[in-house]
């Protein structure tokens, strides 16, 4: 039986609408009110909200329309519950279930972490038995371990302050560089030198890791970064940008992929799939390429654009929890900012 299934995001600043049918991407359209927050150096929720509402209906529209379908023809419709920030997804629940009530369709409240996985399926083909997911954006940084993507996922750890993303914003604030600073301080480590500065590792050593061995935390790692360039000026040195950007991007890389690779061999998993928008960082391809390679594990990172927050994502795993015959949401839904 053939299932189409419309999937709605809008957990941060994308909204992002798409369709899709038997584990195919028919249609994909994002808008994004990341352009606005440039001059305040970060994401201001009130105005990621406003902007969903003015671009909701217009995306879905495009969706249906470049899909060929209309909204009676869809089976079901899926939308990010949580984690995110509270007005941007309720603006998404509440329209998903005025067009679920009006159009008499079964509703799917869904985990956005996962959905950051199950995007890949549409790219690289059906999910192994068992995997390991490393998700990682400028709002989450996420192990976890799963079986069949509709009933069988378990988040094994996270960050305890700074998602990966966030951290690169900081730094590239303190390096003087503009908002989002993440693909400004990957640029700038392709120059430098990663072994400059030892910069900590948290949670990797000792009882911090036996206690924490799938959690991050790179706060300290931010602060000690600070001091380091506090420490220069103070001594009238030069700063050396791009061995900064290098070293700090080398601890958080090494972090990332030591972990989750310490979870593909304790659950004996040999595939690792990797989402969100940091994993557009070269390095952290780069040794996640290498240290799976040696461990004999196969890395699926989908394309960048499936990468960052889109509505693929959530209609691939509404798809998912259709076909497996998971029951529907109720239409009192709420949202769970820290699902
Ligand atoms: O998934 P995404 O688009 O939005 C969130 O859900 O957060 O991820 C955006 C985050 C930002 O923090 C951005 O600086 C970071 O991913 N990012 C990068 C790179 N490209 C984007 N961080 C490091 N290296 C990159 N090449
Ligand atoms: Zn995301």
């Given at each position: 039986m053939s299932i189409t299934v419309l999937g709605i995001e809008t957990s941060c600043d994308e909204t992002g609408v798409a369709v899709v049918r038997d584990g195919e991407l028919l249609a994909d359209v994002t808008a994004t009110?990341?352009?606005?927050?440039a001059r305040y150096g970060g994401i201001i929720p009130e105005i990621a909200s406003r902007a969903h509402l003015q671009t909701f209906v217009p995306t879905l529209d495009e969706a249906l329309e470049r899909a060929g379908?209309?909204?009676?023809?869809?089976d079901a419709i899926a939308v990010t519950?949580?984690?995110?920030l509270i007005g941007s997804l309720t603006v998404g629940v509440s329209a998903a279930k005025a067009l679920a009530l009006a159009a008499g369709k079964p509703l799917y409240g869904v985990n956005h972490i996962i959905g950051h996985l199950c995007v890949d399926e549409l790219v690289d083909g059906p999910f192994p038995e068992h995997f390991i997911g490393l998700v990682v954006s400028g709002g989450h940084s996420s192990i976890l371990r799963a079986g069949n993507i509709a009933t069988d996922v378990e988040e094994l750890g996270g960050t305890l302050d700074d998602a990966a993303g966030e951290a690169f914003d900081k730094v590239g604030r303190l390096l003087g560089?503009?908002?989002?600073g993440g693909a400004h301080i990957d640029r700038l480590a392709r120059l430098g030198?990663?072994?400059?500065i030892r910069f900590p590792r948290g949670l990797s050593q000792g009882k911090d890791k036996a206690r924490h061995p799938y959690d991050f935390s790179f706060s300290g790692l931010k602060t000690a970064v600070a001091r380091y360039v506090e420490r220069l000026a103070e001594r009238g040195e030069e700063l050396n940008r791009e061995d900064v950007a290098a070293s700090f991007s080398e601890a958080v890389c090494d972090v990332l992929t030591a972990k989750a690779l310490t979870a593909c061999e304790v659950f004996d998993c040999d595939t690792l799939v990797i989402g969100g928008?940091?994993?557009?960082?070269s390095r952290l391809r780069e040794l996640a390429a290498e240290r799976a390679a040696k461990a004999g594990v196969t890395v699926r990172i989908p394309p960048i654009r499936y990468c960052t927050d889109n509505g693929a994502m959530i209609a691939s795993l509404g798809w998912e929890l259709v076909r497996n015959g998971v029951e529907p949401s109720s239409l009192d839904i709420a949202v769970d900012t820290g699902m």
């Open positions: 009110s990341m352009d606005e927050y379908v209309a909204l009676g023809d869809v519950a949580g984690p995110g560089l503009p908002y989002p030198d990663r072994c400059a928008g940091f994993s557009a960082n």
